[in-house]
């Protein structure tokens, strides 16, 4: 039977989409996402995932007197050497097509793995040396603990995920931060399994108010910490509460002939915590409280496994302490869940989440801005006579106000103008009367914000259309109708959070963005990024595909609300550059010691950036 499900397995296990799973930018990300995951990846990765389990419980029957555990352990350091390779090595060395020829060799050696080690089990339990019936390594509990394997694997799940989302909205959007708290997920494994001296308990559990504590004081000062402190907080809290799930789970593992049906359940806790992050929070909190109501959830679950083994034995001292402790870190724990409800009530105007992250619409003083986690995605001052002064990243130096200020000294006529990002709309203040400006916007729920809170759009000069979904695919749908006319200027503005998705730097979108672009316009790049220098991708850009690019800087005037910021502009027109490049301070070619760099649909490499 498992020969059969790894040969599925096998010749499902080309990963890449055809060409005809191209989504259309409309669907629901998430059940999209989930189809072609399931489609492209999920018979491979059954076939793996239910593999790990069955030969340990082989192992089990052919090496009697040997705990497989450990090999649970060895399991996890793989998986940790290839979340660090891929980053690292891989996708730097790497296009994507020769990725999915070493994906598939890799697990055609796997498929002859399997088939070896079948044959060993096969011939060890033929062995008349070897009984099936030996007596099996015994775990060091005993007793029905399904529901407290499945709740602590889920609480576990629920710490990484939340903390991850933490982290890269909250803290610093930089580009594979994920990896380290994975890393330190499943390090807390390779140590709570490799050893049984690994995970001392009494010691764990009696740092519970100290990690109580560390959660409320990140949750309500740490935004005034260094990124650095704060990473380090937060890191070493999702340490602490994986070594406490996982060493639990360690601790109460069954004898190895249940040892796949306990598997079974911690992998069925780790999906119902995974989705209960990724699904079903997003649709019922308005904020990311699902990160203390984890810590709550840990501590009440822990409460519950202690009261369990409470007796009046000779362990009475040292259970009652360790219950203490798990008291005031529950309460400490509900209390920041609830404290952070209320704060975020209170200080946000307006917050909602969809699939793409936390959006909240803050009024402070005379102005109000839209944030995406703490990226403030535009401002705009309340006073009814400065609101549509242009602010935030578009002040009168900005790429788009110095790329249509060029076109309108050249031309009088009135201008098409696409912009790929719609944050609050200020983009908008840019139009003229008869032009045309048409936003491209995947998140519906910033397009509802910009409508409702901001009045950039319904005050705009121009004729203002949006378009939601995918703005590339979009793009690339309009460059195949030859009766849709060209744009006189195409803004790139979108941003992730401070993320700029990929997909919208490859040398195949940008040569999408000129099929819309006239010849004598221009395409304007937002590049301002805390984590990211955009300059050598923009510079390569320009050079592969023949166009001068301008860089453009602006500086911050506190008194207009506009901030410094990093543009970049790219047009094949010596007329339209030259009038551009009158208009502001720029760069023929920016200040960078690296070597420019192109960004393709095979292939990109974030730490080159």
């Given at each position: 039977v498992h020969l059969l499900i790894v040969s599925v397995g096998l010749t499902c296990a080309r990963v890449l989409p055809d060409p005809a799973w191209m989504p259309t930018g409309r669907e629901w990300p998430t059940g999209n996402?989930?189809?072609?995951?399931?489609?492209?990846?999920?018979?491979?990765?059954?076939?793996?995932?239910?593999?790990?389990?069955?030969?340990?419980?082989?192992?089990?029957?052919?090496?009697?007197?040997?705990?497989?555990?450990?090999?649970?352990?060895?399991?996890?350091?793989?998986?940790?050497?290839?979340?660090?390779?891929?980053?690292?090595?891989?996708?730097?060395?790497?296009?994507?097509?020769?990725?999915?020829?070493?994906?598939?060799?890799?697990?055609?050696?796997?498929?002859?793995?399997?088939?070896?080690?079948?044959?060993?089990?096969?011939?060890?339990n033929e062995d008349p040396e070897v009984s099936p019936n030996t007596h099996l390594v015994s775990g060091t509990t005993s007793g029905n603990n399904r529901w407290i394997w499945f709740g602590l694997s889920a609480v576990g799940s629920v710490l990484l995920v939340a903390t991850t989302a933490q982290v890269t909205e909250n803290l610093a959007a930089a580009p594979l931060l994920w990896v380290i708290p994975l890393c330190l997920y499943l390090l807390s494994f390779v140590l709570c399994f490799a050893a049984d001296t690994a995970y001392r308990r009494s010691f764990w559990l009696s740092l519970a108010p100290i990690a109580a504590v560390g959660v409320a004081l990140q949750l309500g000062m740490g935004h005034h910490w260094p990124i650095?402190?704060?990473?380090?907080?937060?890191?070493?809290?999702l340490f602490a509460g994986c070594m406490v799930c996982h060493g639990e789970l360690a601790r109460l593992r069954p004898a190895a002939d249940r040892l796949t049906g306990y598997y079974l359940l911690i992998s069925a806790g780790g999906a119902a915590g995974g989705a209960f992050v990724a699904l079903i929070a997003p649709l019922v909190?308005?904020?990311?409280?699902?990160?203390?109501?984890?810590?709550?959830?840990?501590?009440?679950?822990?409460?519950a496994v202690q009261l369990r083994e409470r007796d009046r034995s000779s362990q009475f001292q040292r259970l009652d302490r360790i219950l203490v402790l798990l008291s005031f870190g529950w309460l400490i724990a509900v209390g920041s869940f609830v404290v952070d409800v209320v704060v975020d009530w209170r200080n946000a105007s307006l917050t909602t989440r969809d699939f793409y992250g936390r959006l909240a619409v803050s009024r402070k003083n005379d102005k109000q801005c839209l944030f995406h986690g703490r990226i403030q995605h535009g401002c705009q001052w309340l006073d009814p006579k400065r609101a549509l002064e242009?602010?935030?990243?578009?002040?009168?130096?900005?790429?788009?106000?110095?790329?249509?200020?060029a076109l309108r000294d050249l031309s009088g006529n009135p201008l098409r103008i696409g912009v790929i990002g719609l944050?609050?709309?200020?983009?908008?203040?840019?139009?003229?009367?008869?032009?045309?400006?048409?936003?491209?916007?995947?998140?519906?729920?910033?397009?509802?914000?910009?409508?409702?809170?901001?009045?950039?759009l319904s005050r705009a000069r121009a004729e203002v259309t949006i378009e939601i979904g995918d703005a590339?695919?979009?793009?690339?749908?309009?460059?195949?109708?030859?009766?849709?006319?060209?744009?006189?200027?195409?803004?790139?503005?979108?941003?992730?959070?401070?993320?700029?998705p990929l997909h919208l730097l490859t040398r195949e979108a940008f040569v999408t963005y000129w099929k819309r672009v006239k010849s004598s316009g221009a395409v304007v790049a937002h590049i301002?990024?805390?984590?990211?220098d955009l300059e050598p991708l923009m510079y390569g850009m320009s050079d592969e595909l023949g166009h001068t690019a301008l860089f453009l800087y602006t500086d911050e005037d506190r008194t207009t609300m506009t901030y410094r910021s990093r543009w970049v502009l790219f047009s094949g027109d010596s007329q339209l550059i030259n009038a551009a490049r009158a208009r502001t301070r720029s760069m023929e070619k920016p200040s960078f010691s690296a070597d420019p760099i192109v960004f393709t649909d095979q292939f990109s490499n974030l730490l080159a950036l």
């Amino acid at each position: 039977v498992h020969l059969l499900i790894v040969s599925v397995g096998l010749t499902c296990a080309r990963v890449l989409p055809d060409p005809a799973w191209m989504p259309t930018g409309r669907e629901w990300p998430t059940g999209n996402l989930l189809v072609i995951l399931l489609v492209h990846l999920g018979p491979s990765f059954f076939a793996l995932a239910a593999t790990a389990p069955l030969l340990q419980a082989w192992f089990a029957r052919c090496y009697s007197g040997q705990s497989p555990y450990p090999l649970y352990a060895v399991s996890n350091g793989g998986s940790i050497a290839a979340v660090l390779a891929y980053p690292l090595i891989v996708e730097p060395l790497w296009p994507l097509h020769h990725q999915e020829l070493g994906w598939f060799t890799g697990f055609a050696l796997f498929f002859v793995g399997s088939v070896y080690c079948c044959q060993r089990f096969w011939r060890g339990n033929e062995d008349p040396e070897v009984s099936p019936n030996t007596h099996l390594v015994s775990g060091t509990t005993s007793g029905n603990n399904r529901w407290i394997w499945f709740g602590l694997s889920a609480v576990g799940s629920v710490l990484l995920v939340a903390t991850t989302a933490q982290v890269t909205e909250n803290l610093a959007a930089a580009p594979l931060l994920w990896v380290i708290p994975l890393c330190l997920y499943l390090l807390s494994f390779v140590l709570c399994f490799a050893a049984d001296t690994a995970y001392r308990r009494s010691f764990w559990l009696s740092l519970a108010p100290i990690a109580a504590v560390g959660v409320a004081l990140q949750l309500g000062m740490g935004h005034h910490w260094p990124i650095g402190v704060q990473l380090t907080v937060v890191m070493s809290l999702l340490f602490a509460g994986c070594m406490v799930c996982h060493g639990e789970l360690a601790r109460l593992r069954p004898a190895a002939d249940r040892l796949t049906g306990y598997y079974l359940l911690i992998s069925a806790g780790g999906a119902a915590g995974g989705a209960f992050v990724a699904l079903i929070a997003p649709l019922v909190f308005v904020d990311l409280w699902e990160y203390p109501l984890g810590w709550a959830g840990l501590y009440t679950l822990l409460l519950a496994v202690q009261l369990r083994e409470r007796d009046r034995s000779s362990q009475f001292q040292r259970l009652d302490r360790i219950l203490v402790l798990l008291s005031f870190g529950w309460l400490i724990a509900v209390g920041s869940f609830v404290v952070d409800v209320v704060v975020d009530w209170r200080n946000a105007s307006l917050t909602t989440r969809d699939f793409y992250g936390r959006l909240a619409v803050s009024r402070k003083n005379d102005k109000q801005c839209l944030f995406h986690g703490r990226i403030q995605h535009g401002c705009q001052w309340l006073d009814p006579k400065r609101a549509l002064e242009p602010t935030t990243y578009y002040g009168p130096d900005s790429g788009i106000a110095v790329g249509l200020g060029a076109l309108r000294d050249l031309s009088g006529n009135p201008l098409r103008i696409g912009v790929i990002g719609l944050g609050a709309g200020a983009c908008a203040v840019w139009g003229a009367p008869g032009d045309e400006m048409r936003f491209y916007e995947l998140s519906p729920s910033v397009v509802r914000l910009a409508r409702q809170e901001f009045t950039f759009l319904s005050r705009a000069r121009a004729e203002v259309t949006i378009e939601i979904g995918d703005a590339r695919l979009a793009l690339e749908r309009e460059a195949s109708d030859p009766s849709e006319p060209r744009f006189d200027l195409l803004v790139l503005d979108a941003f992730l959070g401070d993320a700029v998705p990929l997909h919208l730097l490859t040398r195949e979108a940008f040569v999408t963005y000129w099929k819309r672009v006239k010849s004598s316009g221009a395409v304007v790049a937002h590049i301002s990024n805390r984590h990211l220098d955009l300059e050598p991708l923009m510079y390569g850009m320009s050079d592969e595909l023949g166009h001068t690019a301008l860089f453009l800087y602006t500086d911050e005037d506190r008194t207009t609300m506009t901030y410094r910021s990093r543009w970049v502009l790219f047009s094949g027109d010596s007329q339209l550059i030259n009038a551009a490049r009158a208009r502001t301070r720029s760069m023929e070619k920016p200040s960078f010691s690296a070597d420019p760099i192109v960004f393709t649909d095979q292939f990109s490499n974030l730490l080159a950036l």
